[in-house]
């Protein structure tokens, strides 16, 4: 079955650059989505359409996609960044996935 | 701005039942796909299934299908979720979400409501 595949986890200091990937063989076809979910809250859409930004959210966070891996990028990460990060796509038969989730930890 | 509360959940012995509301404001509920997925304690998120904005098509996920039901009415701006055979492995918690349809297909989860907690024990 389909998967989409993301590290556990991935530590910075504050300011530092974090990357955060996802791997799956539908991506060169499909969109990669990317949400923030902050610990006891609802999960928030960082990143669609691969690139793109939802009003609102803060201009360090950027996402691309090359072949078979998507990146989640936030550029001068701050504390309040610390949360799982959750990259989210589609298949070709329709299913609708999320990633396992990675724990970003910003100290 | 949209807003999406989700109500419904709580203790259900295994193989009970249990509807799971999600009421919607802020928009037009009638022109949006609508989703619920859910997250079980300490673990990633799991889509669960999404209705078309007429009602007229519906998909779920294969853990769920054949046990559980989705269902809307747009005159009240309503969601709903109907699980029965309910096992231990449906503990989690419930999120409605608000979706964005791409040539009639779901695409993505735009607005997410706080959830609501289900636990079969």
């Known amino acids: 079955s389909y998967e989409l595949t993301q590290p556990p986890s991935v530590s910075v200091s504050p300011g530092q650059t974090a990357r955060i990937t996802c791997s799956g063989d539908a991506l060169p076809k499909k969109y990669a989505y990317w949400y923030q979910q902050k610990s006891g809250q609802a999960p928030v859409l960082v990143i669609y359409?691969?690139?793109k930004r939802p009003s609102g959210i803060p201009e360090r966070f950027s996402g691309s996609s090359s072949g078979t891996m998507a990146t989640l990028t936030i550029s001068g990460a701050q504390v309040e960044d610390e949360a799982d990060y959750y990259c989210?796509?589609?298949?070709?038969?329709?299913?609708?996935?999320f990633g396992g989730g990675t724990k970003l930890t910003v100290l | 701005q949209v807003q999406l509360v989700e109500s419904g959940g709580g203790l259900v012995k295994p193989g009970g039942s249990l509807r799971l509301s999600c009421a919607a404001s802020g928009f037009t509920f009638s022109d949006y796909y609508m989703s619920w997925i859910r997250q079980a304690p300490g673990k990633g998120l799991e889509w669960v299934s999404y209705i078309s904005s007429s009602s007229s098509y519906t998909n779920y996920a294969d853990s769920v299908k054949g046990r559980f039901t989705i269902s809307r009415d747009n005159a009240k701006n309503s969601l709903y979720l109907q699980m029965n055979s309910l096992r231990a492995e449906d503990t989690a918690v419930y999120y409605c979400?608000?979706?964005?349809?791409?040539?009639?297909?779901?695409?993505?989860?735009?607005?997410w409501g706080q959830g609501t907690l289900v636990t079969v024990s």
């Open positions: 979400a608000r979706v964005i349809a791409v040539a009639g297909n779901a695409e993505y989860f735009q607005h």
């Open positions: 359409e691969d690139s």
């Open positions: 989210y796509s589609t298949d070709s038969s329709g299913n609708l996935l």
